[in-house]
Structure formats: C-alpha cells, structure tokens
T-cell receptor, first 115, second 112 residues
C-alpha cells in the first residue's frame, strides 16, 4: 500500500490548453474526492465518487471541468480551455467504507500553473 | 450548510511553548472530525481522527478534543518544536454520502 498517488505533481500550461490530472487511490478505498486549494485557503470540494459513480459536483466545477472514475479505480480530472484562475493545487483524497466515513488520506497534489 | 472556521489564521510562538488551535463549526450533526497538517506545497497529512462519540484523541505531543454541543474542536500541541511549523486544518464529515468540509487553516510558526 503506497498511499494515494497523483500525477503529474506540477503542470505548467498556457491559457486555453487542456490539462488532465490522475489520481490512484489506496487499494480498496472506494470513495474518492477531488479538492482544489489556492494559496492561503483550505481545500474546496470539487467532486466525489463512490466506486465509479460520481455522487456530487460542486458549483465550482464549471462545464470546463470533468472528472471520471472508470471501473472504480483511478480517477482523472480534466480541465478544458484553462484560464489563469484555474491555477491552484488539485488534491485527491480517498478512504474506505461505503456508508460510514473513515479517515481521509490525501495525495501530494497536482499543482497547476496557467500562464 | 456547514461552516467551519479556524482562528487564529496565523500564529507565531517560541519553541517549547504549549499551544491551542481552534476549529469551530455550525452544524453539530457530524460523524467525525479530522485534524491535518500541511507543509508548503505539499498534500495533507492526517494527524488525528475523532469520531463523534469520542471526546478526545491523543498522539504523542498532540491532543485533539471535540465538543459537538458547542461546535468546537481544539488541537493542543505540547512543547512545540520548529518542525511543527506548518498549516493545520480541521475537516468535518457529516457521514453517509456527504462530503467532507474543511476549515481555512491556521498557519503555525515555531521560532527556535
């Protein structure tokens, strides 16, 4: 069990480009969250999955953002037509248990810089 | 909607001091509360998890308490060290399929 893995750790892109982040959860962790964090702020919820089902999406998640979790394992977060305001750390967190929430485990995050 | 507040936003103390970080929340219907540490540019590391039926949890120099009736949790750090310098965040889970909500964090600096 190597923990939650996120890739890439840092992405620099030009405005208007598409970017995709990947999160590999801890084995058997069936719930997976995406959060966004800007400097000096706590993480803001974006979306989460129970296995392959996307259960909730934040209003922060505009239609330029899409997240998937095919087969209920790894997840991807894609941002289309990036804007400078998308620059942030994108954090993935996972935990086990279907109904009762347990301890939340975070990856190291993927930092996005939009020029 | 759950609102989570952490005060102070920043704290600077000399090495060796005992200190308390605060986390306040508006909805007492929580399943658990978790305290995290975040170093600059890094992800979050779990420190302590308190279930709603518990009053406190301890790990080494850290002690976290939970008072649902007053909507408060505290993280007590004993004999602070420069290596404790980081941002500390609390996160609340309402249980079931509901999402976890984070506070804005307290940035701690321990001066040698």
């Amino acid at each position: 069990d190597t923990g939650v893995s996120q890739d890439p750790r840092h992405k620099i892109t030009k405005r208007g480009q598409n970017v995709t982040f990947r999160c590999d959860p801890i084995s058997e962790h069936n719930r997976l969250y995406w959060y966004r964090q800007t400097l000096g702020q706590g993480p803001e919820f974006l979306t989460y999955f129970q296995n392959e089902a996307q259960l909730e999406k934040s209003r922060l998640l505009s239609d330029r953002f899409s997240a998937e979790r095919p087969k209920g394992s790894f997840s991807t977060l894609e941002i289309q037509r990036t804007e400078q305001g998308d620059s942030a750390m994108y954090l993935c967190a996972t935990h086990r248990d279907r109904v009762f929430t347990g301890e939340l485990f975070f990856g190291e995050g993927s930092r996005l810089t939009v020029l | 909607k759950q609102e989570v507040t952490q005060i102070p936003a920043a704290l600077s103390v000399p090495e060796g001091e005992n200190l308390v970080l605060n986390c306040s929340f508006t909805d007492s219907a929580i399943y658990n509360l978790q305290w995290f540490r975040q170093d600059p540019g890094k992800g979050l590391t779990s420190l302590l998890l308190i279930q709603s039926s518990q009053r406190e949890q301890t790990s080494g120099r850290l002690n976290a308490s939970l008072d649902k009736s007053s909507g408060r949790s505290t993280l007590y750090i004993a004999a602070s060290q420069p290596g404790d310098s980081a941002t500390y965040l609390c996160a609340l889970s309402p249980g079931g399929y509901q999402k976890v909500t984070f506070g804005t964090g307290t940035k701690l600096q321990v001066i040698p």
